[in-house]
Structure formats: C-alpha cells, structure tokens
C-alpha cells in the first residue's frame, strides 16, 4: 500500500471522528516517511482533538520546521496553545497564520478567542468581525463574538449574534446556552430556564446548564429542585467549584444549616473564593464573622441581581426604605439646593426621592450592572464605581447629605464609615441610612448574609463622631421569607 493510500485512510478515519484509527495510520506513512508534513499536522491535530495538547504542540511544530510557509498548521498549533493556557503564544501564532494568508477565517475567529481570553473584547470583537466579512455562515465565529459582547454586558446584541448562530446550526448548544445566559442577565427569566432546559436536552452533562437552571429554580424558592440540579452538575464534575458554592447557598436558603456549612467548606477545597466561603461560613456561625462583606461578594451579588432588582424588591418584598429617607429627610431640610450623595445607589430607586433635595446629585456603588441601571433612571450627576468608604477617603468634596438605603447591612463595624462620613459631610449637614435591627450588643451577622445592629451601638457612634442624633426610629425595611423585616431609620446632623 502505498503512502498516498495509508494517507488518504487516515483522513477518512480522522473525519469519522475515530482519532485511534487515524493516528495508527498516521504513525504507519511516518515510519515510511518520516518528514512527511501532512501526517505530523494531521496527526497532532487528531492529538489534540482527542485532549493532548502537548502531543499536539510537539507533532505539529515538528510539522511547521519542515514547512514553516501553511497557515493552516500556525492555526493549528495556535488552537493547541490555547488549549495549554498559552494564550499569548497561541495570538502570535495565529498572526503568523494571518501574515500568512490574510483572508483566512478561521484564523481571525481564533484571534478573537485569543484576544478575548487576553481581555482585550474590543479586539476580539473586531476580529470575529472580520471573520464574518469573509464567511457570513460561520456559526462559530457568530457565537464567540456574542460570548464577547456578553462579557461587554451588551446582552441585547450578543442574542442577535447567538439568533443567528442558531439560524445556521438549530442544535448548536454552545448559542443555545450563551442565549440563555444573557436572557437571564436581561431579566428574562423565563425564556432562560427553557434555554438550560434545550440544552441539557441536547448535552445532559453541560455542568454551566445545570447550574444556571439551579439558580433560576433557587430564586423562585424551589430549593429542593436547585438543589437536586446542583447536585446533577456535580455528579457531572465533582471539583466544580460553582456548583458547590451554588449547593451550599442553596442549602443554606433552604435553612439546611448543618450540610450547608459541610457544602461551603469542600467548595473552598474546590477553588471558590475563601473570602466568600469564610464570610457565608461566619454567617451560619462557623467562624469569625469580618468586620464587613467581602467587596467582591457584594459585586457579584447584586451584578446577578441587578435584572430583578426592582421589580423583587418592590413588587414582591414589599421595600419601602427609600420613602422611609425621603420622608425623614423632608422633615429636617426645607431647602432644596443640597449637594446629595446617594451611598450604595443600586439601580437609582432612591434617586427620583433624592433629586428634589437636590441641587447636584451623585451615586456611588460597587456594582457595575447596577449602576448601569441606575444611569437609565436619568436624574444623577454623576455615578461612581467604588467602595463607599474608598469613595468618601479619596474624593474629598464635602457634602450636604449623605443617603444610604439598606447598604450598612453589608458592614459590620461601623465606626470607619461614620468617621468617613463626617469628614465628607459641611457643617449641619445630613447622614440618613437604615440598618436591620438588632435587639442587643453591637452588630451581628445573621444568616441571610447581612448584618443587624443595635440602637445604643448607633447611639455611641454617634457621640464619638461628633453627630447629633436627630431621628432614630423603629420601621418595617420589607418582607423577606414570608415575615417583616425589623429595622431602624436613623438621622444624623453632623454638629
């Protein structure tokens, strides 16, 4: 038989997906052969296919040293460098395949993934791009470049690009996911969980489905069917890191304390962030509780919850906070011409109350997706992204009114803040919050992940920050699991 022969049949074997097959006759036209350019690039293509990126990188760059002048090959071996972490590498190589042979398609939607995986979206996006231009139809490329705009937070046109990935390939689950995923962040939760749904129909070991769907079926107060899907990702990839943290939260909302604390501890093992872990453990009294949440926590937090903020909060919890400030704030500040900060801003519900208050009005707040919904409200000055406290050190104007609704339950201490505040606040000016209350000691961080605290702790902090107490009051924040969730409403004049 002869090479061309033994060639030709590993092609057809390779085709058919039997890489063992291939790789035998690969290996039969090298010992025949051993310079032979298409059986080291095909063979370290089916390498690589099969997950042996290194194998990968040794056949197909012995491969290019006898033909240094194939795209192709520098496009392969830039795909088995990716799959090795080597992003770096694997951009210079697909530019090498470009310089190559510069309408080359699939070289430019592997820049993308390159650029993309280095962070650079705008790039990324203008290679898929091009990719396009030359092949309309590519499936592949139509959905990279939505994964990007999704990482842009530009959910609308990341649809339209997995639309028209889907277009071309119906069953094409990697768009019928990323779908399903900005549908989620656009608050349509629905039409998500039918998305992980098609999905786990099509792929039933697709751990990112599983979870998505669980999260879904855990905000809708179905903990024992998040917990089981949480579990079925697991059983999928037992060190997945997401979905023990997501079985842990589940767990712990379900008030399945013991196994939840269980759950939390191997999702550390698992690589989930130990700040969070040790900050949801201290919550359900295993281990010290830090003095306030972790930033990234909150970020994260209420980026996922940013779709249903509003609609959540006060449509089905009842949240009344906002009127609550508004309305003491009116009984202290007859003028209108303040300079107002709203601390924590979240999507601008205090804003509308705030402006008229207002002769400039700024928001701060940890989390990008809230602010960016904030924004739309349309009556702020200005919005800044930070940490409040960071925020009132680095920003040194002065204000008349500093306005934080339910943010305080995300700190513990509050002795910086108030130190913090002062120094941002003009004489007599105005620091209005809320905070959970707590019958006695100081603060306390509770099962839900937020903090309570005591009037008399509030009182102290007070006097020692040189505030004059002018309202301290009981209130109903909102409803949560079915009850009233107690709170105070406090006002402070700085002296």
């Known amino acids: 038989m002869t090479i061309d022969t033994l060639l030709r049949q590993a092609v057809v074997h390779h085709q ?43 056949l197909i760059g012995r491969a290019i040293a006898l033909d240094p002048s194939r795209a192709i ?12 972490g080597r992003d770096a590498d694997a951009l210079a190589s697909y530019e090498h395949a470009l310089r190559l042979q510069p309408d080359y398609p699939m070289a430019l939607c592997n820049r993308g993934n390159a650029l993309r995986r280095l962070g650079r979206l705008d790039a ?67 039409e998500a969980l039918q998305g992980y749904v098609r999905v786990l129909q099509l792929q039933p070991d697709h751990v990112d489905a599983w979870c998505g ?68 453990l201290a919550a359900l009294g295993a281990g010290k509780a830090p003095d306030a949440s972790p930033p990234d926590y909150v970020a994260a937090l209420f980026d996922q919850y940013a779709p249903r903020f509003d609609r959540h909060l006060v449509g089905e919890l009842a949240y009344r906070t906002p009127q609550l400030l508004a309305q003491a704030l009116a009984r202290h500040m007859p003028a209108a011409d303040k300079d107002v900060l709203d601390l924590g801003c979240g999507t601008g519900l205090c804003g509308p109350l705030l402006r008229p208050f ?50 305080l339950v995300y700190l513990g201490d509050l002795a910086p803040l108030f130190a913090a505040a002062r120094g941002a606040l003009r004489g007599g000016g105005l620091f209005a919050f809320s905070v959970e209350a707590l019958e006695a000691g100081t603060y306390a961080l509770r099962p839900s992940g937020r903090y309570a605290h005591a009037a008399p702790y509030l009182e102290a902090l007070a006097r020692e920050h040189g505030f004059a107490l002018r309202e301290l009051a009981p209130c109903t924040l909102r409803r949560d699991s079915g009850g009233d969730v107690a709170g105070l409403l406090v006002l402070l004049a700085r002296a």
Not at 368 to 375: F, K, Q, S, V, Y
Request: charged share 25%; proline share 2%; net charge negative.
């Open 16 to 58: 058919q997906g039997e890489f063992a097959q291939a790789e035998a006759l690969y290996a039969q036209v090298l010992r025949h052969d051993p310079d032979n350019f298409d059986a080291l690039h095909l063979s370290g293509v089916s390498a690589r296919q099969r997950g042996d990126a290194a194998q990968a990188l040794d």
């Open 73 to 84: 090959a520098h496009c392969n071996f830039g795909a088995a460098l990716q799959d090795a």
């Open 124 to 190: 990324a996006i203008d290679s898929y791009t091009r990719a396009l231009a030359l092949s309309p139809r590519y499936p592949e490329a139509l959905c990279h470049r939505a994964l990007a705009l999704q990482q842009q937070g530009r959910h609308d046109a990341a649809l339209d690009d997995f639309g028209a990935a889907l277009a071309i390939r119906s069953g094409y689950v990697d768009a019928i996911h990323g779908a399903a995923v900005s549908l989620l962040a656009l608050g349509e939760a629905s």
């Open 213 to 280: 769907r669980a999260g879904i079926l855990l905000r809708d107060g179905q903990f024992d069917a998040a917990i089981d899907d949480y579990r079925n990702a697991l059983a999928v990839r037992p060190t997945s890191a997401r979905a023990r943290l997501g079985l842990a939260n589940a767990l712990r909302t379900a008030g399945r304390h013991d196994e939840a604390i269980a759950a939390y501890r191997q999702a550390k093992d698992d690589g989930a962030d130990s700040a969070t872990v040790d900050y949801l």
């Open 358 to 407: 207002a002769r400039r009005l700024e928001g701060v707040d940890l989390s990008p997706a809230m602010l960016e919904r904030a924004g739309a409200v349309g009556v702020y000055d200005a919005l800044a992204c930070a940490d409040i406290l960071r925020f009132l050190g680095d920003d040194r104007r002065q204000w008349d009114v500093l306005a934080a609704a339910d943010v």
